[in-house]
């Protein structure tokens, strides 16, 4: 099975940048396309970002766009999320996740265990 392990979280001032990574394993990681969701507390999770591996058309949900950026590192297996202007609002758990790619993502097959973004006004 393909194994998600996220890192990078931590507690910040809005208007920080933080880099969250998700390092995949497993024998078939790379045929699965990658996102980010998150989940803040009493709400649902939601889609951030999702990129393929070989770094085709990334795209990001409208709350994000323009301050977020999720890239692709072949050499370490690793789907990172890069987070500029931070505001209070992004402060949530985040959660690496694997599926088939299509554009609602509303399949996944493979969850991280998520990593918290905490962000204090």
């Known amino acids: 099975q393909v194994q998600l392990v996220e890192s990078g979280g931590g507690l910040v001032q809005a208007g920080d940048s933080l880099r969250l990574s998700c390092a995949a394993s497993?024998?078939?990681?790379?045929?699965?396309?990658m996102a980010w969701f998150r989940q803040a507390p009493g709400k649902e999770r939601e889609f951030v970002a999702a990129?393929?591996?070989?770094?085709?058309?990334?795209y990001y949900a409208d709350s994000v766009k323009g301050r977020f950026t999720i890239s692709i590192n072949n050499a370490k297996n690793t789907v990172d999320l890069q987070m500029n202007s931070l505001k209070p609002e992004d402060t949530a758990v985040y959660y690496c996740a694997a599926g088939p790619g299509d554009m609602s993502w509303s399949e996944v097959d493979y969850w991280g265990q998520g990593t918290q973004v905490t962000v204090s006004s």
């Open positions: 990129i393929t591996w070989s770094g085709v058309k990334p």
């Open positions: 497993g024998r078939t990681f790379s045929s699965y396309a």
